[in-house]
């Protein structure tokens, strides 16, 4: 990996907290060692935000939030900057895309064909939909009302480590085009893709103090940001009991939350399903960026006069995964993100096999890449849905496959979860994908296909994955304020 180590000690050399438009230290002067993961070796320095960090920017973020130079500026001049934001994304698109690869450990070709230009595409489409949003008027015999959608003010965008520069620009662009101010917590383990999006800020002429960003432990920035008093607006992902801490946090001051959390989402596949199609498109589903994803079709349910064909042509397909360097071009998977993260993965695998599942393949870390945090594609069969395995986010490449005999089972099997996220169904027949559908229980689900995504639509959980939608107009309900004004004619 000698090519891939001089690429990372040239992308960054300090991470350092981005308030009003500046990069400063910490407050305390501290920093924490961002790693690897394909090398588990230091790669950058990250300024160690505190409580008082995440004070400063909150309130650098309420002035100027305050001042009007960005909440009351004309909505085509916000679109404007932001839309020049998108355009410096995709100038830099090598650039972000490495940094990505070398801090998450994801293959190369997904951070630059999908998560950098998908970022782009986040503020390009919110930019211009905020010129278009339309103000609701009601007329009566004798009074009219009409509503505005105000910002709500200062926004706290708390970011995950499997998806951190595509999830933070999905959010915080939604949020900056409502004419909102943003302080962004991006997840300690992969924090620098993040902290780049203050240049670009810069550069496109986003006033000081609208976009901020916040290194530094959830358990006291993360904290502040949920519980500041200035803060009206939160939106979290991430796991679903820091999510409930979130809530609590925010409930103190009455702060509107917007959680996704996590998922075990059902990947359903009935004997009508054309199986080419299934069988690539479900290992999709869970091996695409090393199964770290909350939407993974983790738990695939095949019809059991199609399980044996379904299960040789899986687990064929799924031993040509090339697991290897995330800066090389041909890797199909790289890292996971961190030696506590593979050691937990595994466990579940252990798990899994002491409750009965069957190992198809995988099970163990990489030969040959054990300084990274390398680990087989995974392929746990004869999976029962009461199992741990198929019950508990490994957030892995270890999927479980569960058999089932008629479209009333699949669905029963489906709704057993805490989860509700996603889904995927795999059929012909089109009355059953409707009946299916409508009644397994989770926020999106997908129909022969998997992880596409209409920026219109909205996106959320049910259940333990979460409260609340964004996306399109349901972005900006969440953003804003709405205000009834009524007047005697």
Same mark, same amino acid.
């Given at each position: ?8 000690? *040239? ?43 995440? %004070? ?52 190369? +070709? ?48 708390? @970011? ?102 996590? $998922? ?18 479900? @290992? ?28 040789? +042509? ?7 995964? %090339? ?15 961190? %030696? ?55 957030? $892995?490449?270890?999927?479980?496959? @569960? ?16 989860? $509700? ?35 219109? *639509? ?24 709405? +205000? ?6």
């Amino acid at each position: 990996m000698a090519k891939e180590l001089v690429a990372e000690n *040239t992308i960054i050399q300090d991470a350092k907290l981005f308030i009003n438009g500046e990069y400063r230290e910490a407050l305390s002067g501290e920093t924490f060692d961002s790693l690897n993961p394909a090398t588990n070796r230091k790669h950058a320095s990250v300024a160690n935000g505190g409580v008082e960090d995440a %004070k400063l920017a909150i309130d650098v973020a309420q002035r100027t939030f305050a001042s009007g130079v960005w909440s009351k500026m004309p909505v085509e001049e916000r679109s404007k900057i932001l839309c020049r934001m998108a355009d410096l994304i995709m100038e830099n698109v090598d650039r972000l895309a490495l940094v990505e690869t070398l801090d998450v450990g994801k293959p190369i +070709k997904e951070s630059r064909g999908f998560d950098i230009p998908r970022a782009a595409q986040n503020f390009r489409f919110f930019a211009e939909m905020a010129k278009y949003m339309v103000h609701e008027h009601y007329d009566m015999s004798h009074h009219m009302s009409y509503v505005q959608y105000a910002p709500a003010g200062v926004t706290s965008l708390i @970011i995950p480590w499997n998806l951190p520069f595509m999830q933070m620009t999905w959010k915080a662009s939604a949020a900056l085009a409502a004419g909102n101010t943003v302080v962004v917590k991006p997840a300690s383990y992969t924090p620098l893709s993040a902290v780049l999006l203050g240049e670009i800020a810069n550069e496109a002429g986003l006033p000081p103090g609208v976009l901020n960003i916040i290194t530094g432990p959830g358990s006291s920035v993360g904290t502040v940001m949920a519980s500041h008093p200035s803060v009206r607006r939160i939106s979290f992902v991430g796991e679903s009991n820091t999510g409930k801490t979130v809530m609590r946090n925010a409930a103190e001051n009455l702060i509107p939350v917007s959680l996704e959390l996590g $998922g075990k989402s059902a990947n359903i596949v009935f004997e009508d399903a054309d199986l080419e199609e299934a069988v690539a498109g479900s @290992i999709e589903a869970i091996f695409r960026n090393q199964g770290e994803i909350c939407l993974a079709g983790s738990r695939i349910l095949v019809q059991e006069k199609v399980y044996d064909q379904f299960l040789d +042509k899986y687990v064929a397909a799924v031993k040509n995964i %090339k697991v290897g360097d995330p800066t090389d071009e041909s890797s199909d998977m790289g890292a996971l993100v961190s %030696k506590g993260h593979l050691q937990t993965v595994d466990e579940y695998v252990q798990i899994g096999l002491a409750e009965g599942a069957k190992l198809a393949h995988g099970g163990k870390r990489v030969a040959g890449l054990t300084e990274g945090n390398f680990y087989e594609p995974t392929v746990l069969y004869d999976v029962n849905n009461k199992m741990r395995v198929a019950q508990e986010e490994i957030f $892995g490449p270890v999927p479980v496959i @569960i058999p089932f005999k008629t479209e009333e089972e699949a669905i029963q099997i489906a709704n057993d979860s805490i989860y $509700g996220l996603a889904g995927v169904v795999w059929t012909n027949d089109l009355r059953r994908a409707h009946r299916v559908t409508s009644q397994v229980h989770s926020g999106l689900l997908w129909v022969n296909c998997w992880y596409v995504r209409d920026l219109r *639509t909205p996106f959320g959980g049910a259940k333990a994955s979460g409260i609340g939608r964004e996306g399109g107009r349901h972005s900006f309900d969440f953003y804003t304020e709405a +205000k009834t004004i009524t007047m005697k004619k």
